[in-house]
């Protein structure tokens, strides 16, 4: 079966925020950018006939703030934000994230400053894998944060990835490229490879990627993520054949 989503790239111009404006349950977020994009979001709403509190809901593909820092304005609006479980409780201060100890220079100061400026919320509605919210199936992909999600729109082939796997060549995410997730921001590398491993294995339709950084890829996308992971050098369980 195929079908349409209709996706709208807001943000920018580090980190992706998608529109989704017409979803079963209306008008949604994937992710909320980092909190400087607010007014580039707020911006492309209007654009759109739309205010943020005509949203539905906010779902973020983890909890990072560079994903994840708008979502306090969002919830100030009356906007739901949905998030992993496992993210959730660190999103409202009920447990502790992971520290992120980034390689000297430049990375060691933007996983300082994840470590430090903690964007907490008062209440996140936790999703898990198998949810479907908007029309979206939520896939638990774990590794780069504990509760890092994709979200799959079956109809159309769209997968939103977060930081999963990115369309741009990170750490600075300045040049587009398909990658593999940066092993400094992930709070477990091998089981993040593991997890694309698993996406392999599924043998999802996935025809559009909508990543958390850069433009969206179109296309089929499996040979693809097959070569990235095959040149890893270590391996956590093995490609299908």
Same mark, same amino acid.
């Given at each position: 079966m195929t079908g349409t989503l209709p996706v709208v790239r807001l943000g920018g111009p580090v980190s992706n925020?998608?529109?989704?404006?017409?979803?079963?349950? #209306? *008008? $949604?977020? +994937?992710?909320?950018?980092?909190?400087?994009?607010?007014?580039?979001i707020v911006a492309g709403l209007k654009a759109r006939g739309l205010r943020p509190r005509d949203l539905t809901a906010v779902l973020l593909t983890h909890r990072h703030l560079d994903h994840a820092g708008n979502a306090p304005l969002l919830g100030w609006h009356g906007v739901p934000v949905h998030a992993h479980g496992r993210d959730a409780a660190m999103l409202t201060g009920d447990a502790a994230s992971p520290r992120l100890l980034g390689r000297p #220079? *430049? $990375?060691? +100061?933007?996983?300082a400053m994840e470590n430090h400026i903690p964007h907490r919320l008062e209440r996140v509605a936790p999703m898990a894998d198998g949810d479907r919210?908007?029309?979206?199936?939520?896939?638990?992909?774990?590794?780069?944060?504990?509760?890092?999600?994709?979200?799959?729109?079956?109809?159309?082939?769209?997968?939103?990835t977060g930081d999963a796997l990115i369309n741009a060549v990170p750490p600075y995410v300045t040049r587009?490229?398909?990658?593999?997730?940066?092993?400094?921001?992930?709070?477990?590398y091998p089981r993040a490879l593991d997890s694309l491993r698993r996406l392999v294995a599924s043998d999802l339709d996935i025809r559009r990627l909508c990543t958390g950084h850069g433009r969206e890829r179109r296309g089929p996308m499996r040979e693809a993520l097959i070569a990235l992971l095959d040149a890893v050098p270590w391996s956590p369980c093995p490609l299908p054949s």
């Amino acid at each position: 079966m195929t079908g349409t989503l209709p996706v709208v790239r807001l943000g920018g111009p580090v980190s992706n925020v998608w529109l989704l404006p017409k979803t079963p349950d #209306g *008008p $949604v977020l +994937v992710d909320a950018g980092f909190s400087t994009a607010w007014p580039g979001i707020v911006a492309g709403l209007k654009a759109r006939g739309l205010r943020p509190r005509d949203l539905t809901a906010v779902l973020l593909t983890h909890r990072h703030l560079d994903h994840a820092g708008n979502a306090p304005l969002l919830g100030w609006h009356g906007v739901p934000v949905h998030a992993h479980g496992r993210d959730a409780a660190m999103l409202t201060g009920d447990a502790a994230s992971p520290r992120l100890l980034g390689r000297p #220079g *430049p $990375v060691a +100061v933007m996983c300082a400053m994840e470590n430090h400026i903690p964007h907490r919320l008062e209440r996140v509605a936790p999703m898990a894998d198998g949810d479907r919210i908007a029309g979206l199936e939520v896939i638990h992909a774990p590794g780069h944060t504990v509760g890092s999600c994709l979200l799959y729109h079956r109809s159309s082939g769209t997968l939103f990835t977060g930081d999963a796997l990115i369309n741009a060549v990170p750490p600075y995410v300045t040049r587009e490229a398909l990658s593999l997730p940066f092993p400094d921001f992930c709070d477990d590398y091998p089981r993040a490879l593991d997890s694309l491993r698993r996406l392999v294995a599924s043998d999802l339709d996935i025809r559009r990627l909508c990543t958390g950084h850069g433009r969206e890829r179109r296309g089929p996308m499996r040979e693809a993520l097959i070569a990235l992971l095959d040149a890893v050098p270590w391996s956590p369980c093995p490609l299908p054949s």
